[in-house]
């Protein structure tokens, strides 16, 4: 010991701390940081550490809360009982492990779920399910504390006791509550249909708030329960609209349900199950959208509402409405979205889409582009780019139909591939190129030779490449293994771009990711994981050129407790090879439900932020010396008196308060309309009261026709300063009159109108629905890449003339931006009346290099979890319910930035310009461009301007809200969600499981139709199969996500714990044969036959993936084959056991006999989500479901059983 060259402390503490039981040092350690056993620690012999200005200290730990909270004590499980006991084991050696065990009932129904020990407290979380004297679900509920429990069965009178000490106390609600489960109410039949649902909480139920479900027909000319009858004509390549009068009395089955609020919405069903009709009610006017298909069941049409009042003119339908072709193997070939040019698919003779081409590529002058696809032997995305063609879409169609578009690796092409099929297609138009199955896939032909530069290379402390009998494995199968992305530049033209190597452990877990950045210089990313897959440590080392200047070193550690949740985040950041302290980000607390209580930024008490909840886990209360918010649903606000206040019941959040430290409280009173839009804020606060109130007029489709806001016009006044007219065609806005004349006040972020007459295009559209000018900003064009992002915008307006220019990586990923101003005034962001006069031209820089970001080539910041880094000093975000940046704190505890918000993201002008400038990531935490007044926020996929509540382009997954403009923000409720990456609301559509109800139905119609000698029973009975697994998954009151993949990927069913969402993802194409397998295994767990195993993903996030026999495979094969064809000369009985068997990926088997064989499957480039797909384990004929989770008690999970399940549907 008297080796040792520097003090190690050791401490014995209750931290929860993730740790292994026991620690053996007897080698010269080289690596400083932290090491935690819960038993003991051992230094033998050989042992020595000696600390470096990079190795930083060591600190050995020995805490015993980080054990197995009932370490050497059996769970006390009830013997009376009939129950399955499950163990998760979270240590490598056995010693440590989570524990469910859910009892039954004599009738073999799951009465009560007890998590053992899962609490921060190591209480049990126990649920209870009562059912009524028919046998049906009566009071499911929620989890209630009980400590001691150790497992065992609790009985009914004892369990209320447990809850009633949960939920009727203040130490987990920010209110007394006594009614802690949900209720159904049935009718009075055989149907046991559900007309009352009733959630957790007293106030709901004693009001009788709750969900109410009513079962009728449609009736002709009802104000309510009419319905129009289209029809969809023609050919399923030219298919017509017309309208035929109505459906008449009694045709259609309609669902009304009302929301706890009463406001009604209805859909009506045909007798083939298909939606034709989904209506809500805004008083007595109806909002409705209408879904017409043709005889194959194909969608052909959809008319959101304001078609209906408009009329069905083919301009209208261009205008408002979605249009849908297919061939004739019902794979959609055209669709035409609202505003916007048509876009062409083609496919392969294996269903891959080859071609695809938009409006804007096919008017590209001088010569059109298609999008071009093309994939390896296994079906996965190799090259994707751009080829310029004058090809039409019909020869296009005829070239592919029976051709495979199929390339196999070739290192001496230049990307590495061959070029057999399709060589017209010119290489030189790649713009993503993915590599799988090896990691010297990658060609070393090119002029940077970066197999060498992005190399692997062995780093203590972290994962190691997969190791088989002490040899490196150079053949990760199924993995991506490397990418490259090329740049598109502001001129439109491609340049090398960035490129990726990712590198794997033995169990499929990436470990280390090297890519060259568009800069010169390198990215290399290590991580360590401990056994459950939760990432313990990540390194990242930035460099900026190819010398290796610019160094930047972070090291993350993250922590856990026993039950897998996140306790702290550290960061240390060595500048070249200048180590600073390590900096504790993320300090964070839970309470005995395991929601987040309380966390900690960097130490600073005055960042300490506590978090309140009502019964039903809303967010209550945010709470921290320097900013604090409470929200209001069912209850009102209590700092300021609102003589019209509105509670709300359905989840919209009826008020708000919020304070920063040295203000008084500030408050919102919201009301909205019977679609849950929001139609009007009302403020109180500082001043008094309205002074920033604001008002919103829509039409039907969620556009803003009129919107009004109160706010400053002066250090000291307060008026109105937005009192505006938008006017559309269709969905895409093209004027804008403000009747507030606009005024010279810098902070001021109103809406700033150049007087034009009424019937002036202020705002102009290109074939892809994208905004290509605006008048009112001076924007005089904004060009687009093949990507549908801005490149270049060119600014000219009576205060500053210039340009601002965009670098994006074929993934999507901003690399750079540059501003370029033509004179001597910059950041102009109000309109004056003298007209310029060009001088000289100033650029402005940004280059963003992951989280590390650049201003003129020198670092200007460096992005943390929670805040940045700027000149060597961490700055904190404190952030509200929607992740709005309300508060940036730096490290001595100084506040840089204060933010406060209109509900559409727009800023109060309280804020100086200079504090404006102080840093850009604002509402929803996204970033703000305000140079030369353009004042977008950048959500990745698409920009939006806050002044007036809409995207500048078409979402690109409108159609999972068809009744929706394609440039409304967040369905008009800004207080209730976001828009992550400006691509869909973070709530689940249910579009996609309508249309897969939709298919079956009318597949199932053929099939009897034409089954005039029996040879289609074998297809009826899986249609049927299908049919009755959709009605259950419906009603199962799961929350479901379909999810169309990229090409390329491959398809799953899986359970996202942290989401509690099943998640059915299947590859895309317009046959979906593989979502209709995926629905298989849904409608196969929600009958009891399907089981779930943990595993997690590359980002550590916990997520449960299917176990299944043999049986349940074919099952899924045997339907999706039913769905590729119509007629078939393949047998259903030829999908058997060897089938099952034979099927490979990369030369491996799909589904191992040994399922320790698992096999990762490579999902999503961009995000490096991943996930794993255990084999069957072992195959056979005499194999079933049973027998094989029989052999495998501990490996098979039902997912009723997972944590959070029941009690959080």
């Not at 259609?252 to 859909?267: C, F």
């Not at 933010?899 to 404006?916: K, L, S």
Request: hydrophobic share 30%; with cysteine; proline share 4%.
């Amino acid at each position: 010991m008297k080796q040792l060259f520097t003090i190690i402390s050791f401490y014995l503490i209750s931290l929860g701390l993730t740790s292994q039981v026991k620690i053996t040092l007897e080698t010269a350690q080289t690596t400083g940081g932290t090491q935690t056993a819960c038993q003991t620690i051992s230094l033998l012999p050989g042992f020595s550490f000696k600390a470096t200005s990079t190795s930083g200290g060591l600190t050995l730990r020995v805490n015993p809360s980080t054990c197995d909270p009932y370490a050497g004590q059996a769970s006390s499980v009830s013997a009376s009982q009939n129950y399955i006991q499950t163990k998760t084991y979270i240590a490598d050696d056995g010693s440590r492990y989570m524990e469910t065990i859910q009892y039954f009932d004599g009738l073999g129904r799951p009465v009560q779920t007890v998590q053992r020990g899962v609490t921060p407290q190591a209480a049990d979380l126990v649920t209870y399910q009562e059912y009524d004297p028919f046998g049906r679900e009566d009071r499911s509920w929620l989890p209630a504390v009980a400590a001691g429990n150790n497992g065992a069965y609790m009985p009914l009178a004892n369990y209320k006791a447990s809850a009633m000490a949960t939920y009727r106390s203040t130490t987990y609600n920010t209110a007394f509550d006594s009614v802690a489960y949900s209720r159904p109410i049935y009718e009075a039949s055989p149907l046991s249909r559900v007309l009352e649902q009733y959630a957790p909480g007293a106030d709901w139920h004693k009001n009788g708030k709750g969900v109410k479900t009513h079962y009728k027909t449609n009736i002709a000319g009802n104000a309510t329960l009419n319905c129009i009858l289209y029809i969809a004509g023609g050919t399923n390549q030219s298919p017509t609209l017309t309208k035929n009068g109505n459906y008449a009395t009694g045709q259609l089955y309609v669902t009304e349900v009302k929301d706890e609020d009463g406001h009604a919405s209805y859909e009506f069903k045909d007798k083939l199950g298909q939606i034709v009709l989904t209506r809500q009610m805004e008083g007595s006017t109806a909002h409705d959208t209408y879904y017409v298909y043709n005889d194959f069941g194909n969608l052909c049409f959809v008319l959101p509402p304001r078609i209906n009042d408009e009329g069905i003119a083919q301009a209208k339908l261009d205008q408002l409405g979605y249009q849908y072709k297919y061939d004739d193997r019902n794979r959609c070939i055209w669709k035409r979205l609202p505003g916007c040019e048509p876009i062409y698919y083609v496919y392969d003779k294996a269903d891959r889409l080859i071609f695809t081409q938009e409006g804007e590529q096919r008017a590209k002058q001088p010569t059109p582009e298609w999008t071009f696809n093309k994939y390896d032997t296994f079906g996965r995305l190799v090259i994707s780019g751009i080829y310029p063609s004058s090809a039409s879409h019909a020869s296009l169609i005829t070239k592919c139909k029976d051709i495979v578009v199929t390339e196999k690796i070739d290192p001496n092409k230049y990307y590495g591939y061959t070029w057999n099929i399709l060589p017209e297609v010119v290489y030189t138009g790649s713009m993503i190129i993915n590599y799988y199955d090896a990691y010297d896939a990658f060609p070393n032909n090119t002029q940077i030779n970066y197999r060498e530069l992005l190399k692997y290379t062995e780093k203590s402390g972290y994962g190691q490449r997969y190791i088989d009998n002490g040899l490196l494995l150079n053949t990760p199968k199924g993995q991506l293994t490397a990418t490259r992305a090329r740049s598109l530049m502001p001129d439109g033209s491609m340049e090398v771009g960035t490129v990726s190597m990712l590198y794997y452990d033995n169990r499929g877990r990436l470990i280390q990711t090297k890519s060259a950045n568009h800069l010169g210089g390198v990215d290399e990313e290590y991580i360590a994981y401990n056994f459950t897959g939760q990432p313990t440590k990540k390194m990242h080392v930035h460099t900026k050129d190819a010398n290796g200047g610019g160094k930047q070193t972070e090291v993350y550690t993250y922590t856990y407790d026993h039950a897998g949740r996140l306790l702290t985040t550290t960061h240390q950041l060595t500048d070249g090879t200048t180590a600073r302290p390590q900096v504790t980000l993320a300090d964070n607390t839970y309470d005995e439900l395991g929601r987040l209580k309380s966390n900690q930024k960097g130490g600073l008490a005055s960042s300490k932020t506590t978090y309140g909840y009502n019964i039903r886990s809303w967010t209550k209360s945010i709470t921290s010396p320097l900013f604090s918010q409470t929200l209001y649903y069912n209850d009102k606000v209590t700092a300021h008196s609102y003589s019209d206040y509105e509670s709300a019941y359905n989840g919209n959040i009826s008020g708000m308060e919020w304070q920063l430290q040295g203000e008084s409280k500030r408050s919102y009173r919201f009301k909205y309309d019977n679609l849950s839009r929001l139609l009007h804020a009302a403020y109180n606060g500082v001043t008094s009261g309205g002074m920033y109130n604001t008002s919103y007029i829509y039409d039907k489709h969620g556009n803003i026709t009129g919107l009004n806001r109160i706010g400053k016009t002066s250090a000291v006044n307060y008026a109105l300063v937005d009192n505006m007219t938008l006017t559309y065609a269709g969905n895409q806005m093209i004027h804008v009159a403000d009747g507030v004349k606009n005024f010279a006040y810098a902070p001021s972020a109103d809406f700033k109108d150049v007087p034009n007459a009424p019937g002036v295009v202020e705002y102009t559209y290109n074939k892809n629905g994208a905004m290509n000018k605006d008048l009112n900003k001076g924007i005089t064009e904004i060009q687009y890449n093949s990507l549908n992002l801005p490149r270049a915008i060119e600014i000219a307006n009576p205060s500053v003339k210039g340009r601002i220019k965009y670098t994006y990586s074929a993934a999507g990923v901003k690399l750079r931006t540059v501003h370029e101003t033509d004179m001597n005034v910059q950041n102009a962001t109000v309109m004056a009346v003298a007209p310029f006069s060009p001088e000289t031209t100033t650029t402005e820089t940004t280059d963003y290099v992951g989280n590390v970001i650049y201003k003129n080539n020198v670092l200007n910041r460096i992005l943390v979890d929670g805040g940045y880094i700027e000149g060597g000093v961490y700055h904190y975000y404190m952030t509200d319910h929607l992740g709005n940046n309300r508060v940036v704190v730096n490290a001595s505890g100084t506040v840089t930035q204060r933010n406060h918000y209109y509900p559409f993201g727009t800023a109060f002008a309280e804020n100086t310009v200079d504090e404006q400038k102080k840093q850009p990531y604002k509402y929803n935490g996204k970033e703000l461009d305000q140079m030369h007044g353009l004042n977008l926020y950048d959500y990745s996929a698409r920009y939006y301007e806050s002044a007036v509540g809409r995207f500048t382009t078409v979402d690109p997954l409108a159609e999972k809200y068809y009744s929706w403009s394609p440039y409304a923000y967040v369905m008009n409720n800004p207080l209730k969600y976001t828009d992550p990456t400006g691509m869909y609301v973070s709530e689940e559509s249910v579009g996609a499981w309508v249309n897969a109800a939709f298919r079956t139905y009318i597949l199932l119609e053929i099939y009897q139709r034409n089954n005039t000698n029996g040879q289609y029973d074998q297809a009826i009975s899986y249609l049927q199969l299908t049919s009755s697994n959709l009605e259950k998954i419906w009603n199962s009151g799961n929350r479901y996500e379909i999810t169309q993949l990229e090409l390329g990927s491959i398809g799953g069913f899986s359970y996202d714990k942290e989401r509690n969402i099943f998640k059915i993802e299947y590859l895309g194409g317009f046959d979906d044969d593989n979502l209709y397998h995926e629905i298989t295994h849904g409608g196969q767990y929600e009958n009891g036959t399907l089981g779930f195993m943990y595993v997690q993903d590359s980002n550590g996030k916990i997520r449960a993936v299917p176990f299944t026999g043999v049986n349940s495979e074919i099952e899924a094969y045997r339907v999706s084959h039913v769905y590729a064809k119509i007629t078939s000369n393949k047998n259903i009985e030829d999908i058997n056991t060897n089938y099952v068997r034979s099927i490979q990926v990369n030369g491996n088997d799909l589904y191992p006999v040994n399922m320790n064989a698992s096999l990762g499957h490579y999902l999503d480039g961009e995000s490096q989500y991943w996930t794993i797909r255990l084999g069957l384990s072992p195959i056979g004929s005499d194999k079933t479901q049973s027998i094989v989770v029989g052999e495998h008690p501990n490996d098979f999970v039902k997912l009723n059983q997972l944590p959070f399940m029941k009690w959080n549907k």
